[in-house]
């Protein structure tokens, strides 16, 4: 073997020993990603965001400027997004995704429904480009709120809060979404083709919405000619509960009740039977 080749077969085969300059070494992020959901409703709510820390600085005032947009997190600028129509801070907001964007004050708010989510940050900022905006006064807190958290509280059938919680302040945003339309539409596409079930939930809906109790006992009685099941007698005397004749109730809650023995349910027996005893004072 010439000494060539020797040192050649020498340097390759030390190469290979070396070890790689190209390695990737993960670290943990100093701000990293969360993605909040939640179901409001029949809306989904989805909001994508980067968390900074507190560190023992000061945020509102020192590290987040009052007066300056501000893309309310780290990094990329935060997304939210709903897939229904919905109404936020008192503006409509079609169904769609969007950057969310704030200018901090200290005795007000203003929110900023962008309609350009591409941006690092606020990047290129129009406010030509915005869907809408609108004001929140912020509330202070005693306890301080280490790493940014947004978190959505206050959940009803139609309504809820989206807040921003860091140090020791608290935002918090009302959102309304459209519940009676949608809910109406499946009624009606779903009484197409009626079953027990179909009538029972349609019934379920409007006693605990509160609307026409007529048309819950109608769909209810409908849901019994076709199967007479202990959970829906009770439905349907809790309707008559609400509508007032209390005689009636009491009649489906006894007869419910009887049927719950018969399955081995006690839960609906109790129900039943505090029912009744809540009715009969109600009649005196």
Not at 21 to 31: D, K, L
Request: charge should be negative.
């Amino acid at each position: 073997m010439s000494r060539f080749v020797l040192s050649l077969f020498l340097l390759v085969g030390f190469a290979f020993c070396l070890p790689s300059v190209n390695a990737q070494i993960t670290t943990p992020q100093p701000s990293p990603e969360s993605t909040l959901q939640q179901k409001v409703g029949l809306t989904d709510v989805e909001i994508v965001y980067c968390r900074p820390s507190k560190k023992g600085r000061e945020i509102y005032g020192g590290l987040v400027p009052f007066g300056e947009i501000w893309r309310t997190g780290a990094n990329a600028s935060t997304k939210i997004s709903f897939s229904n129509n919905v109404v936020l801070g008192g503006q409509e907001i079609p169904a769609g995704k969007y950057a969310l964007y704030a200018i901090p004050g200290e005795s007000s708010w203003t929110i900023i429904i962008h309609g350009n989510t591409t941006y690092w940050g606020v990047g290129d900022y129009k406010q030509e480009d915005d869907i809408a905006r609108f004001e929140i006064k912020p509330a202070m807190m005693k306890e301080t709120v280490e790493t940014m958290t947004f978190q959505i509280s206050d959940l009803t059938m139609d309504s809820a809060n989206i807040e921003l919680v860091w140090e020791n302040t608290r935002v918090s945003i009302p959102l309304k979404v459209e519940v009676d339309a949608l809910v109406e539409a499946d009624i009606e596409k779903a009484l197409q083709g009626v079953t027990p079930g179909t009538y029972y939930t349609a019934a379920s809906y409007y006693l605990e919405a509160g609307k026409d109790m007529d048309q819950a006992l109608s769909w209810i009685n409908s849901a019994l000619e076709k199967e007479e099941k202990f959970w829906y007698v009770r439905k349907k005397a809790l309707i008559l509960a609400e509508l007032g004749r209390y005689k009636e109730a009491i009649t489906a809650a006894e007869r419910s009740r009887t049927l719950a023995e018969e399955a081995d349910y006690p839960s609906y027996v109790k129900s039943n039977t505090e029912s009744i005893e809540e009715w009969k004072k109600k009649m005196k």
